[in-house]
């Protein structure tokens, strides 16, 4: 069993979730039952309501209307989607070494199949992404697609992606943001013309519930064709969205569990649960910048998320898990599906240790865990 004020792991899927998530989810087994839009009955109509809750709730997080929200099982189905219904062959990307695999690698492949280009933004000396540095990439040719991790899941470093997005608007080029790091964090309304994100991270849902957000006037084309529960007899995918881009029977009990986690969420203090996430960070940084054998990794001091990533002279990222598990933490070890930024750093090899506290997690882990690593 993990330990609740020993979990250090929230970059990867926050934990414990509130009481109300674990209890709307079990509502769906227990007493509905069924999916939204597949019939007239009681349980469809629940249904109905609770997945226009999560509709709204994500809507209003993006700053668009509820129709242009589809759900699906993550940034991962997501990304993909969008890059096949965004590029087309011949076009030029700009993309970021933050990338996460759920864009790196459907990005390339793509490249590959469509003959184009990929252009690759480097971190600065601080370890954040310059706007200049965007802004030079978007000038040097013709660009159709700006694609843009919101900050970096390895380091926490936050892009300026409202500036890159206006940079990218102003180039003609198309914007597709993966903010799955910053959702429930950070205001995703920056301009960007496509917002893929996950749902089990700071937005406290169960796994396997992301969104795909486009911007009014943007219909991306069904990118997977089947069941939508739509009442017309049709042979062809319906192209009006979101149902273009919500294919196959709909994780609804996950959709309950999203739905209840931004209604608990509307009553706490957002902002201060992120600046006590942010302080806990700060205080694990400062121990660890005084042990002389642990490089952590560079990032931007200021508008950072809450999470640090580190190398040890002596111990493997892997040795330094096995380690901290026995002492009852948890933390994430290896690459974080981060090629180019590991690349960046150097880290290819073994990777680095990475430990994302939460609002909740109390100052006495922080000293803990840093004691643990300076003892090592």
């Given at each position: 069993m993990m330990n609740a004020a020993r979990y250090l792991d929230h970059a990867a899927t926050s934990w414990p979730k509130p009481p109300e998530v674990p209890a709307a989810v079990s509502r769906w087994f227990t007493e509905v039952g069924v999916s939204a839009e597949r019939g007239e009955g009681p349980g469809q109509q629940v249904a109905h309501a609770e997945v226009a809750a999560?509709?709204?709730?994500?809507?209003?997080?993006?700053?668009?209307?509820?129709?242009?929200?589809?759900?699906?099982s993550g940034a991962t189905e997501g990304l993909n989607l969008a890059l096949r219904a965004l590029l087309r062959r011949g076009?030029?990307?700009?993309?970021?070494?933050?990338?996460?695999s759920s864009m790196a690698r459907p990005?390339?492949?793509?490249?590959?199949?469509?003959?184009?280009?990929?252009?690759?933004?480097?971190?600065?000396?601080?370890?954040g992404i310059a706007t200049a540095e965007l802004a030079a990439a978007l000038a040097e040719a013709p660009t159709a697609l700006l694609a843009l991790?919101?900050?970096?899941?390895?380091?926490?470093?936050?892009?300026?992606?409202?500036?890159?997005?206006?940079?990218a608007r102003a180039a003609g080029a198309r914007t597709l943001l993966d903010a799955s790091q910053t959702a429930g964090l950070l205001p995703l309304d920056v301009g960007a013309d496509v917002v893929v994100a996950s749902c089990h991270k700071a937005l406290l849902s169960p796994p396997a519930v992301g969104f795909v957000v486009a911007r009014s006037g943007l219909d991306l084309a069904p990118q997977k064709q089947g069941g939508?529960?739509?009442?017309?007899?049709?042979?062809?995918?319906?192209?009006?969205?979101p149902r273009a881009f919500e294919a196959g029977t709909p994780n609804t009990p996950g959709l309950f569990g999203l739905a209840a986690a931004l209604r608990w969420r509307r009553g706490v203090d957002a902002a201060g649960r992120l600046a006590a996430a942010r302080a806990r960070a700060q205080e694990l940084a400062t121990a660890l910048n005084a042990c002389p054998a642990?490089?952590?990794?560079?990032?931007?001091?200021?508008?950072?998320l809450p999470l640090i990533a580190f190398r040890h002279a002596g111990y493997e990222p892997a040795e330094i898990g096995a380690i901290a598990s026995m002492e009852g933490f948890t933390i994430r070890t290896g690459h974080h599906c981060a090629p180019w930024l590991h690349r960046h750093f150097g880290a290819e090899v073994s990777g680095v240790v990475r430990v994302s506290p939460g609002p909740d997690t109390p100052s006495e882990t922080i000293a803990a865990f840093a004691a643990l690593v300076a003892g090592l």
């Open positions: 999560a509709r709204e709730g994500i809507a209003g997080l993006c700053g668009v209307a509820a129709d242009r929200v589809a759900f699906c076009d030029r990307i700009v993309t970021t070494a933050f990338e996460h990005l390339l492949a793509l490249a590959r199949d469509r003959e184009c280009v990929v252009r690759i933004v480097a971190p600065g000396r601080d370890g991790n919101h900050a970096s899941n390895v380091t926490g470093a936050v892009v300026d992606a409202a500036a890159g997005c206006a940079l939508t529960g739509s009442s017309r007899a049709l042979d062809t995918h319906p192209i009006e969205w642990v490089d952590v990794l560079a990032a931007p001091e200021t508008d950072r």
